[in-house]
């Protein structure tokens, strides 16, 4: 059986941007949609990454996509502790204000400083100015600066009419792109909560075991001292799988806890579990979230995984 796994939690996709400047947002359909679900992906689709949204177009009834909404928020919750959604709840607020503040003629949430709003939120500074000595651009020039994510983002009032674009190759200053494919799922909003660290994580399949395995860096990792005077961590792993061939989700959790002295963490080089898994062949989504303790945080990644 040959594998190829095809990683997509925080890798970059060029061709991802260009969806902000342009409004066809859309994919494929494969399956007609209820209004529910069809009210749903008309913002969603903004923060679904590829792998959601191939998904979600092949979902086959209103009673998958139903619990495949409640997933989706459920997964993006900075803490689920409280009643509340507080990613949802910004998500759209933040709609709701480019509306307001961002229409051009077209609504808010469609012009590009309104894309870039609902991903990054409010921006740190805004350099507003007519005085740029370009004489092809009529207009004002302005810059939105997010100091928290390392990014700078030029638009551009072309032809002086108020309706601002950008470039987003030559009007970016940082990784952008990596910033609004972590903001899609839910990593840089932490609701009321600190901001949260971040924690990468690799995955490979091991096909002679049947097991996929994960590395995490121990010096990304805080560990807390028992009573015994070891360290420890808690980790809990959460496997989403869909099968491209029929969608019905499997959903398999996982506990592990780490303990050991501060001799063996100086020699590890990486922290490494394993986990069975017996598949047979096809194409699966796989959708990963780990949380750990102490510090309460929370990573994510999604991949393709094709067995032959």
């Known amino acids: 059986m040959s594998t190829k796994i095809i990683i997509k939690g925080w890798v970059i996709f060029g061709a991802m941007i260009l969806g902000i400047s342009l409004n066809n947002c859309g994919t494929k359909r494969h399956i007609e949609l209820d209004v529910e679900s069809q009210e749903f992906y008309k913002y969603a689709r903004l923060i679904m990454t590829k792998e959601e949204k191939a998904i979600f177009?092949?979902?086959?009834?209103?009673?998958?996509?139903?619990?495949?909404?409640?997933?989706?928020?459920?997964?993006?919750?900075?803490?689920?502790?409280?009643?509340?959604?507080?990613?949802?709840?910004?998500?759209?607020?933040?709609?709701?204000?480019?509306?307001?503040?961002?229409?051009?003629?077209?609504?808010?949430?469609?012009?590009?400083?309104?894309r870039i709003y609902i991903y990054l939120g409010q921006p740190d500074k805004i350099d507003y100015t007519m005085l740029h000595g370009n004489p092809e651009i009529k207009g004002a020039i302005m810059w939105w600066i997010y100091y928290r994510y390392g990014v700078g983002i030029l638009f551009v009032d072309k032809y002086g009419y108020g309706r601002f674009t950008f470039d987003p190759y030559s009007g970016v200053y940082g990784d952008l792109f990596n910033a609004i494919e972590m903001a899609k799922l839910g990593a840089t909003f932490t609701g009321n909560k600190p901001e949260a660290k971040f924690v990468n994580f690799n995955l490979k399949y091991e096909e002679s075991e049947e097991a996929f395995i994960i590395s995490i860096d121990p010096k990304a990792i805080t560990f807390r001292e028992n009573e015994e005077g070891k360290l420890e961590a808690d980790f809990d792993f959460t496997f989403f799988i869909y099968p491209e061939k029929n969608m019905v989700k499997e959903t398999k959790q996982e506990q592990r806890k780490l303990?050991?002295?501060?001799?063996?963490?100086?020699?590890?080089?990486?922290?490494?579990?394993?986990?069975?898994?017996?598949?047979?062949p096809g194409k699966y989504y796989f959708d990963v979230i780990i949380r750990g303790q102490p510090e309460d945080w929370k990573t994510r990644k999604i991949f393709e995984l094709n067995l032959k």
């Open 259 to 280: 303990i050991l002295n501060e001799h063996e963490l100086g020699q590890m080089k990486e922290i490494v579990f394993a986990f069975d898994f017996s598949l047979p």
């Open 57 to 114: 177009n092949h979902l086959p009834d209103k009673a998958s996509r139903q619990e495949f909404i409640a997933d989706f928020w459920a997964k993006r919750d900075p803490d689920p502790e409280t009643e509340e959604n507080e990613y949802k709840e910004e998500f759209f607020r933040r709609i709701e204000y480019a509306n307001q503040r961002f229409n051009e003629g077209t609504p808010g949430w469609k012009t590009d400083r309104g």
